[in-house]
DNA sequence: ACTCCTTTGCGTTATTCTTACACAACTATT
DNA sequence: AATAGTTGTGTAAGAATAACGCAAAGGAGT
């Protein structure tokens, strides 16, 4: 029997700007950013917790997935505090009470985190990149019109490697489909087509790496 | 600022027999079997206290991976308690102080077993089966002289459907040698090569799957 | 309009991997 | 010696992958 504090986080994830971005929170008066947490309830379970976390920015919660435990006896100075983190993938558009005090971060340029948030990331930055092998879970990134350069990059990322761009359209296409329409703004250079994914379900790894 | 008490599960998997199984422990006086557990205590990590219940057996807690952690109120009536799954692999030949409350069962068939004790094995089994389509995790299964039916006896459990015995050959001879001899208790029917992994880092799933 | 530059779309080829088999070799049993 | 059961080896068709060349579509500058 031990008195302690738990502590829930939501890495939450998603595409902007051809990047992987997390939302983070700068509270009030502090110079460091900060996870969104909560503090575990007795009468509440952690995925119950972490709910309430979605609830807040009226996310969708059918689709969490924990990560990982930070329970070093000295992560909290003032009193043992165990830490559970949790993470959502989420298109940018299912983003609502996004308030001011809250931004979107490229995974790869994280500002300075309050304690140990960085490495809370990092470790969900793992998992992230494992989840979206699964294509399935690569969808919710791209919900509605997505280009192939678009797909690529973010696909490029994840495996660490450059793609060759031919070869990746054509493993793809068949689960896509054309919507007919053409990229906006192209900024010099050929619009590129708008596709959606087809309504399959694809438990399959396109690429054949374990990570 | 919550008052409970955190547990420590940890399933350890081996191979034996052909098929995959788990220590399991039937304490004094109870009809039901447990998992290997631990109270945490305050000046500990969870890591450091799965790790103390590896010592118990003697067993290296450098491949230790956390599985899930279980939260729901009700699932200790009495108090409020938070039970955190671990998993390791270990071949059969590490696991002295193997006293005669311990049993090993196999994952296809586990007995009754106390309080939720049987979800927490089946999460761990899900996640087992995810890190053996990794070949390095795999090794540590296969220490020691190995034949191929038995090898993949345990890829068509993990994978559930039945492999084309020339076929899977083919796939795991770059990674293995041959020592020489052959197997000795064959029961009928021509005695298999024994094998070994060859020291080759590899992080390749073998099989173009995700779980 | 024309050229240059950039980006995307499409196709071709050689190579490798996968799949589905047939058949021989080895052992124990009868 | 014949049979049954199991393992080892080969081969050929088909699919997937990797490495390219080149055309098409747009913007910017002249």
Redesign the pocket.
Known sequence: MIECQIEVFLNIFTVDDDKIKILLLKKEGSSTWHLPSRLLKIDESLESSATKICNKFQLKADMLKECHTFSEVNRNKERRTIAVSYMLMINKYSLKNYEFEYQLFDINNIPKMAFDHGSIIAQAVACLKKELLNLNNLKVFFPADF???ELQKVYEEVLNENI????F???FLPFVYETGE?NEL????????LYRFLDKDLERN?F?VIK
């Open positions: 280009t192939f350069p060759d761009r031919r070869n359209r054509k493993k053409k192209p900024s010099g250079g050929r619009p590129a087509k396109l054949n």
